[in-house]
């Protein structure tokens, strides 16, 4: 088997619109997360640094087109959140899996792995992630799905606050697998979920009854801690111990912090034997490294153990001349994290037990890289009768007690989550990570990782900050950490909302309320830190279309319905007749006033979009009420009557002809066709309610008699 390299950001996007995007990470990085992820998951054209005004509309309207939303650990994001997707978080339990999920309309695109949604974790770091398509109408990958989505509603009950967008995912995802019976495993792969149960037995329960395991591979940045060292079925090396065989085989990855790529000096070999050695070759023009351990030094060869472990011998005077030219040298005791004691006591179980350092710096056609492991895999060859067969497994879990054999809960274990697959033919975990290097323990020390002492997150405070962007408020709740709360204050950029030298005893409604372009997070400074705190907002599609900027006008809209100007330029427009400017471009199309020609153009316009079978529930939604859709611009004519700009009878025109466009228009048959007919319905009975309280008669003036009896079939 071969593991391909790739970017993640390359794998994400399909050749078609995304309907709805989630992610799950334990580290977030929102900048990463949305100059380059949503630019590739939602194929955004602007650039969010040369072009950061026009990028963040783009990705705002896209946003309200598919529902998108990032579940992540509340200790390991990171402030900057710019963006209003529903950024959810996990406070009671340790939230580490690394998962994607992105819906089209034929098939989901599914990602488990082990990047965490930071640089590093999608092209800095050694990661793995296992990608694969399902067919919404295989009905396999389709259990796959909702099993998947089962996971989804168990980490609904963990997050601190759902938010909106992951009910109007998952019933994005359900649409389109109304049928499908939750089964995590399927022909290919297996699904692993801690939340279900522990991992490690998941896994075990794929291995056939009579399976016989003759090796286990692990490669991890993180192991359990030492204990007694004592091996069981409470360690992670024990897990398989009842189906090992007498001369089962244990091979250990663990992350190789120091490699030194270039001679650091000048060495002795006869001072250097069994210590790790690095020499470089040129092949083909290309620089190339290989690894060994010098056994002993004879009076015309030296014996060696090659990075694989095998024994060779190569001639004195070639490893002479090779440390002569600086191309033959010892490493520095290399540095690596693992538990001695519990790695020695697995001898017990295992008949060998091999370790793997893996390189954190090393070459890739012949230019340096430095990629520190994060990737996790498991390999568990066994027999099963007269075949040999192996279950890899990868994904979030460290190899640890948290990760694989506990069910995540708080005070429990963590959330983790991993796919398993079967190879045919028995695979050992260098055969799939050929960079590993094997090295005695003699040659080098193995130490615990020390982890720092989180501080208090004051974040955890305040439950939820809520907009509401139809009212113009925002809304902050505060959760029971709050009852202790030293002197505080809540600012939004820059500007301080509230203080108090006392804990809050209620909630806190702030008026007049937008979100602007640069942030979409408070700020609550408590004993001098600060702490971002996300805000969500409660309905995406009511989001004014210019933050924290002037409406725009019914003129504009019709212009933008009817597809003369685009939104920029209409923004723009408004912009320009909020400061007193007239607009030659107004006065170029509607001279002192639009007609019905135009109204109608907007409308028909509007029928067209909804015809496209590949708009999602929400763009479908946007096109009829959000600030640029009919909606508003019908709003507008509502609104004209008031201010006398327009009389009943001609917004009951206008309206009547609305009615009708709408009523031509032929949803197409799809997995969401039914959810768009009713905000369709919903809509229309909006309009006509709207029409009836005109109260226009069809015999005053006499000319409407003729178009109310024209339009009564579209008003039925």
């Not at 990737?375 to 040999?388: H, N, P, T």
């Not at 170029?588 to 153009?601: A, E, K, L, Y």
Request: with cysteine; charged share 25%; aromatic share 8%.
């Amino acid at each position: 088997m071969i593991i391909n390299s790739w970017r993640v950001l390359d794998q994400l996007a399909a050749e078609e619109p995304c309907l709805g995007a989630l992610f799950t990470s334990f580290s977030f990085d929102p900048a990463f997360f949305e100059d380059h992820v949503l630019r590739a998951v939602l194929r955004l054209t602007s650039d969010p640094t040369e072009q950061a005004e026009r990028y963040h509309s783009e990705a705002r309207r896209a946003l309200q087109e598919a529902p998108v939303v990032a579940i992540v650990d509340a200790a390991e994001r990171r402030p900057g959140r710019r963006l209003p997707y529903d950024l959810l978080e996990v406070s009671s339990t340790v939230f580490h899996p690394k998962s994607v999920l992105l819906l089209y309309r034929g098939f989901a695109r599914l990602l488990i792995g082990s990047g965490n949604l930071t640089f590093p974790g999608y092209g800095g770091n050694t990661e793995l992630f296992l990608k694969t398509d399902l067919s919404y109408a295989d009905s396999a990958q389709a259990s796959l799905l909702a099993a998947f989505n089962s996971h989804l509603r168990r980490i609904r009950t963990l997050v601190r606050q759902p938010g909106t967008q992951l009910d109007l995912f998952q019933r994005e995802l359900e649409r389109r697998i109304p049928n499908a019976i939750a089964d995590s495993v399927s022909p290919q792969i297996a699904f692993l979920d801690s939340t279900a149960g522990p991992i490690a037995q998941q896994l075990a329960a794929l291995l056939p009854p009579n399976a016989v395991v003759e090796s286990v591979g692990m490669l991890a940045p993180f192991y359990e801690r030492d204990d007694d060292g004592e091996i069981d079925a409470r360690s992670v090396f024990g897990v398989f111990a009842q189906q090992l065989t007498k001369n089962a085989r244990l091979d250990i990855g663990v992350a190789w912090e120091n490699p030194q790529i270039h001679d650091a000096g000048d060495d002795d070999i006869d001072r250097g034997l069994g210590r790790l050695w690095t020499w470089a070759a040129e092949n083909d023009g290309v620089r190339t490294l290989r690894h060994l351990i010098p056994t002993s030094v004879g009076p015309s060869t030296v014996a060696y153990t090659d990075d694989t472990g095998q024994g060779r011998r190569c001639p004195l005077d070639d490893v002479r001349k090779s440390i002569e030219r600086r191309r033959l040298w010892m490493q520095p005791m290399p540095i690596a994290f693992a538990p001695r004691d519990t790695i020695a006591s697995a001898s017990k179980l295992f008949s060998d037990v091999r370790l793997w350092l893996h390189p954190a710096t090393r070459l890739e056609e012949g230019r340096p890289i430095h990629r520190p492991l994060h990737a996790k895999l498991m390999v568990i060859s066994y027999r099963s009768g007269r075949a040999r067969e192996s279950l890899v497994m990868l994904g979030s879990p460290n190899m640890s007690r948290r990760a694989l054999l506990m069910q995540a809960g708080p005070g429990a274990g963590n959330v983790e989550a991993a796919m398993a697959f079967r190879l045919d033919s028995s695979v050992s975990l260098r055969d799939l990570v050929p960079e590993l290097v094997h090295v005695p323990v003699s040659a080098f020390g193995l130490k615990e990782r020390e982890f720092p002492v989180l501080e208090r997150n004051f974040g955890l405070a305040i439950d939820q900050a809520i907009h509401d962007p139809v009212a113009g408020t925002l809304v902050v709740t505060w959760s029971e950490d709050a009852a202790d709360l030293p002197a505080w204050e809540i600012s939004y950029c820059g500007s301080r909302l509230t203080n108090s030298t006392s804990p809050p005893d209620a909630p806190f409604i702030f008026q007049e309320f937008a979100l602007r372009p640069s942030t979409a997070e408070l700020v609550l400074r408590v004993d001098g830190r600060e702490f971002a705190v996300p805000i969500l907002v409660t309905d995406l599609i009511a989001l004014p279309a210019s933050p924290a900027g002037p409406t725009v006008g019914l003129q504009e809209l019709l212009m933008l319905l009817g597809r003369r100007i685009g939104t920029e330029r209409a923004l723009q427009i408004t912009e320009c007749r909020s400061g007193q400017n007239a607009s030659d471009e107004l006065l170029t199309i509607f001279g002192d006033g639009f007609g019905p020609t135009d109204v109608f153009r907007a409308w028909w316009s509007v029928a067209e979009d909804l015809k496209v079978a590949s708009l999602t529930v929400q763009g479908f939604r946007l096109r009829l009420d959000g600030a640029l859709g009919a909606g508003a611009a019908w709003a507008g004519m509502l609104a004209a009557v008031g201010q006398q700009a327009l009389t009943p009878e001609e917004v009951w025109f206008y309206g009547a002809e609305l009615l009708r466009s709408l009523n031509d228009v032929a949803i197409p048959v799809t997995d969401d066709g039914k959810a768009k007919g009713v905000i369709m319905k919903a809509f229309r009975r909006r309009v006509q309610e709207d029409l009836d309280a005109l109260g226009i008669e069809a015999g005053s003036p006499s000319w409407m008699k003729k178009i109310h009896d024209f339009y009564s079939e579209a008003q039925a």
